[in-house]
Structures are given as structure tokens and as C-alpha cells.
């Protein structure tokens, strides 16, 4: 069975069904261009973040003497 709808205010507005209380739907957009933007803005936004993060100043003292060989010890023996 597919039932046609639109969102209205954030809410799905079936068209002439009236389907009981507590059944399940699985939407599938009709127009994807609304949706492929809203990926785009997602996507441009993750960048964004990694952008800063990596920017971000290094505050490790490589020259500290402890190994990533001593950490592990620390962590798990031998």
C-alpha cells in the first residue's frame, strides 16, 4: 500500500487514509533536492568541526621520556 503525504510543520499530513492508532510507516521522500542540501549543510558543518579541531594547538611534550612502549605497560603489564 503507498499513502501520499506532505509535511506540514513538521508533522506528515496523510492523503484520504485513515490508518489505526500505532501502526508503523516508513517514509521515503518524493523530492530529494530539499533533503541533498540539508546532507550538503550536515556535511559542510562535520568539516567545519574537524577544521577547528585540527587547528587547535598541540600541548604534547614529545620529548618527555615516556614511550608509547612504557604506556602500554602502564596500561596492561609486561
Known amino acids: ?12 499530513i496523510l492523503e484520504g487514509s485513515l490508518l489505526p492508532e500505532g ?6 521522500p518524493i523530492q ?4 541533498e542540501d540539508l546532507q550538503k549543510q550536515d556535511l559542510n558543518g562535520l568539516k ?7 587547528s587547535l594547538a598541540c600541548e ?6 615516556f614511550s608509547g612502549a612504557d ?8
Open 60 to 65: 604534547n611534550d614529545f620529548n618527555d621520556g
Open 32 to 35: 530529494s533536492s530539499n533533503l
Open 1 to 12: 500500500m503507498v499513502i501520499k503525504g506532505t509535511v506540514h510543520n513538521g508533522q506528515i
Open 23 to 28: 501502526t508503523q510507516v516508513l517514509i521515503t
Open 48 to 54: 567545519a568541526a574537524i577544521h577547528r579541531i585540527a
Open 71 to 78: 604506556h602500554d605497560k602502564v596500561l596492561y603489564g609486561n
